[in-house]
């Protein structure tokens, strides 16, 4: 018998008695039939129960199963002939008092139904009540409770469904659906009192995440068209107050205990910023403007979010992903007409894009005598590792950094700690708190063994943020981005790095060189040796790349470098210490697959 609330059974009011064939008996005999009986020597619902001997088990086993599936095969015979009625409503009904999980049998009592709901919103009500008592965690009781709450004449009193919740949070505080039904109640209730309520529960007990889920639904305001990517804003000063204090006591009650801390990285990131132009770059000789987003945008075929115009004339060209494929993403391309980029002819050209959601236009101009030009917004630092904690004032988020710290100090391991103390040190300075991020990640490794690829995709999210902030052009015009000998798992922050001509990634752990890549228009030497990349599937055509270096990586076969044929002004590959380098017929193969490429293989 699964764990959980039974509610009380509604009052019965005596009734004739029926003939045998009618279909009440059906219902009684049903219900006989297909209650749970468990007897054994446990107490259950304040009755003492004797267990069988294993084979006596096994007969009611036998016995309920086969019940099941006779009352099953006669409803599904009764739908084949759409005798949906009162026989087949009690069939429904004692199949699931006593599994009410069976969505078959929840569809069929929805059908048999009468059309008028005043005639059956109150049982069905207490049937399902009855329903939850057997699994309080039951899908198709709660959608069902949901339907016949929609049909009812009138709404249900709120205190009565309110006191449902609360017996069902007694018994299990995490029942997720009662939780959901209680904020349904709670939209039309005084928010301070459920929030008093969440309170309560978590003053028994800060790991009932569901008690910290349902409180930042509450402090969450409404969404409106027009606020700024859909965000929920900051929480006022003395309401943040509030609720650090709240976390700060649970913290250090359980430092090890997740469940504070997610609530506290939740409402210092409350603003995600929208979607908005990092950079522009055009080039003449491939024809091509590209657009940089700050996040994953769509702009389809025809859009009229993204606009651009050349010299006041509007461009038609379709607009195509830098990932080459249909999906959000951070570069979208969009190829000049001929008549823009003539082989002799070199006019100046001014560009200008629209991007709609925020109104805001860039302009990007390309003189007569450059093959490129491009515009591109300064990039802030607390924006690279945590964008969405930038409402908060630095202030509150120091006040933050202190309390990490000396939490740490008692509790060196406490996961939840280290990681909030990265993204707190990188929001403020990723550069001046550099070595202690560094520090705090290496512990976050060896407190949190299980989850080594999160903490890595984390640190490599570090790392790139300060290479980033560290990278400049040089004389000759080139920028270069050193990231050798970082661990990275990942290579986040692409969209920032979209003017790099030269990315060393030497030394790590990249398993492979994401689509994404695809935005860096001007990259020409990319060194990704001494890493684990056994495939270049979905590697961007780079129109500006000229060397590959992929020494030192587990590649094996030729075919897997296919995708460096549609690489336009690749000249030199380096395969040297290679599983590929090692085969006799590996320069034939790569003669035949790569023929315009230097390919080194020692």
């Not at 004449?153 to 609360?166: F, I, K, S, V, Y």
């Not at 990640?441 to 560290?470: C, K, M, T, Y």
Request: hydrophobic content about 40%; overall charge positive.
């Amino acid at each position: 018998m699964p764990f959980g609330f039974r509610g009380p059974a509604p009052p019965r009011s005596r009734q004739p008695s029926r003939r045998p064939g009618s279909a009440c008996s059906a219902r009684r005999r049903c219900r006989i039939l297909l209650s749970p009986s468990l007897p054994g020597a446990v107490a259950m619902h304040g009755r003492l129960k004797l267990r069988p001997p294993d084979a006596a088990r096994r007969r009611q086993r036998e016995e309920k199963l086969r019940l099941y599936r006779s009352a099953m095969a006669t409803l599904l015979e009764k739908r084949e002939r759409g005798e949906l009625d009162a026989e087949a409503l009690a069939l429904t009904g004692a199949v699931l008092a006593a599994n009410p999980d069976v969505g078959t049998c929840w569809n069929l009592r929805r059908c048999a139904l009468p059309p008028d709901p005043a005639d059956w919103v109150p049982g069905e009500l207490a049937f399902v009540v009855g329903c939850l008592g057997v699994n309080p965690k039951s899908y198709g009781a709660w959608h069902h409770r949901g339907w016949v709450l929609r049909r009812a004449p009138a709404p249900p009193p709120a205190p009565a469904e309110r006191a449902l919740c609360d017996r069902l949070l007694a018994a299990d505080p995490r029942n997720f659906h009662a939780w959901e039904h209680r904020r349904t109640l709670a939209a039309e209730e005084d928010p301070e009192a459920e929030l008093a309520f969440a309170g309560t529960l978590l003053s028994r007990d800060f790991s009932n995440f569901s008690a910290w889920h349902h409180r930042s639904r509450l402090l969450a305001p409404t969404r409106t068209p027009t606020s700024p990517g859909g965000g929920a804003g900051a929480l006022p000063p003395h309401r943040l107050q509030t609720e650090l204090e709240l976390v700060q006591n649970a913290v250090f009650t359980d430092p090890n205990d997740q469940s504070a801390w997610v609530y506290l990285r939740c409402i210092l990131s409350r603003a995600s910023p929208p979607p908005r132009i990092l950079c522009l770059y055009v080039n003449r000789e491939d024809a091509t403007l590209a657009v940089t987003f700050s996040r994953p945008v769509v702009v389809g075929s025809g859009s009229s979010t993204l606009t651009v115009t050349a010299d006041g004339s509007a461009l038609e060209g379709a607009w195509r992903s830098g990932e080459g494929r249909p999906r959000p993403s951070h570069t979208w391309l969009c190829d000049l007409p001929p008549d823009l980029a003539p082989p002799t002819a070199r006019p100046r050209l001014h560009f200008r894009v629209t991007w709609a959601p925020d109104s805001t236009h860039r302009e990007v101009m390309l003189l007569p005598d450059e093959n490129e030009a491009w515009w591109q917004e300064p990039i802030k630092a607390g924006e690279l590792f945590w964008p969405e904690v930038g409402v908060a004032e630095a202030s509150v988020l120091e006040a933050q950094v202190e309390t990490c710290r000396q939490l740490l100090e008692l509790e060196p391991r406490s996961r939840g700690c280290l990681l909030t103390l990265v993204l707190l040190l990188s929001a403020l300075d990723p550069l001046g708190h550099e070595e202690e991020i560094r520090r705090c990640l290496r512990d976050l490794q060896e407190a949190d063994p299980l989850r080594i690829g999160f903490v890595g995709d984390v640190a490599s999210r570090a790392e790139a943020a300060v290479g980033v902030l560290r990278m400049g052009a040089g004389p000759d015009g080139a920028i270069k981005l050193r990231l050798p000998g970082k661990a990275l798992t990942s290579l986040p922050l692409l969209e920032h790095m979209v003017l790099v001509t030269h990315l060393d990634l030497a030394g790590n752990n990249l398993g492979g060189l994401p689509p994404a890549l695809g935005g860096l228009r001007r990259l020409q030497v990319l060194d990704a040796s001494r890493n684990k990349v056994t495939t270049l599937r979905g590697f961007p055509p780079l129109p500006r790349l000229e060397e590959l270096r992929l020494d030192g990586n587990p590649i094996s076969h030729a075919s897997a470098l296919a995708p460096l044929a549609v690489c336009p002004r690749l000249a030199r590959l380096r395969l040297a210490e290679t599983p590929l380098a090692a085969t006799p017929e590996a320069a034939a193969h790569l003669a035949q697959l790569l023929p315009s490429i230097d390919v080194t293989l020692a």
